[in-house]
């Protein structure tokens, strides 16, 4: 099955600086990937789906990019603001299973 | 449109008990998603309802059970409970395709 490793737990970054979270997975290559954000005691929020033939997406000010070969994604935050602190999550979908499999998750703190 | 909507959002409940939660998905989803949120395990898939047939199952014992009824609201209960159900069940739905997965505020259960 699918293995998930997203970096660090936890991530605190300055205001304004660009906070950059990882995803790793293991395996077979998904057909897309997800970014979720989710806050302290409630369900999370769809951000960004990127598909294994594009590179990058963007929207406002995250931008998500897919490395099949490293099996890798990255989720870049810049401008980032203490409204941005939340536990981001990736997602993967598993094929055979049929099923979302979703990382742990980093949480991300931003300092004023 | 009104988003996903779980009931009740806090329970407890004592060992030994069963319990059932509800989720009501976005209307026109049909697609139903369960899944148990922990410290130590993340977010894990339990089960998804389609069509009111259940299309997939996670790695959960026989005491977790859903059903889906015909209007797409779905109910997820758990038998015989163990202090390690303690957890936030999250309930999620889409179109069905699962590129999007819209999830409510989840019911926070804990079992004394």
């Known amino acids: 099955s699918q293995k998930i490793e997203q970096n660090s737990e936890a991530l605190n970054i300055q205001e304004g600086k660009t906070a950059t979270l990882t995803c790793n997975y293991t395996?077979?290559?998904?057909?897309?990937l997800q970014w979720y954000r989710q806050d302290p005691g409630r369900g999370p929020v769809f951000l960004l789906l990127i598909r294994e033939n594009e590179k990058e997406k963007r929207k406002e000010r995250l931008k998500v990019t897919f490395d099949t070969t490293l099996k890798q994604s990255l989720f870049h935050i810049t401008a980032s603001q203490p409204a941005d602190s939340a536990t981001y999550l990736c997602?993967?979908?598993?094929?055979?299973?049929?099923?979302?499999?979703f990382g742990s998750g980093t949480q991300l703190t931003v300092l004023p | 449109k009104a988003g996903v909507t779980q009931t009740p959002r806090y329970l407890i409940k004592t060992r030994g008990q069963q319990v059932t939660l509800s989720c009501s998905p976005i209307s026109g989803h049909r697609s139903v998603s369960w899944y148990q949120q922990t410290p130590g395990q993340g977010l894990q898939f339990l089960f998804e309802y389609f069509s009111e047939t259940q299309r997939n199952k996670g790695n959960f014992p026989g005491r977790f059970s859903g059903r889906q009824f015909s209007n797409s609201r779905s109910e997820m209960n758990v038998s015989t409970l163990e202090l390690g159900d303690s957890a936030l069940y999250l309930c999620a739905s889409s179109g069905g395709t699962k590129e999007t997965q819209y999830f409510g505020p989840g019911t926070r259960l804990l079992v004394l």
């Open positions: 395996n077979y290559s998904p057909a897309y």
């Open positions: 997602a993967l979908l598993d094929p055979s299973a049929r099923q979302l499999t």
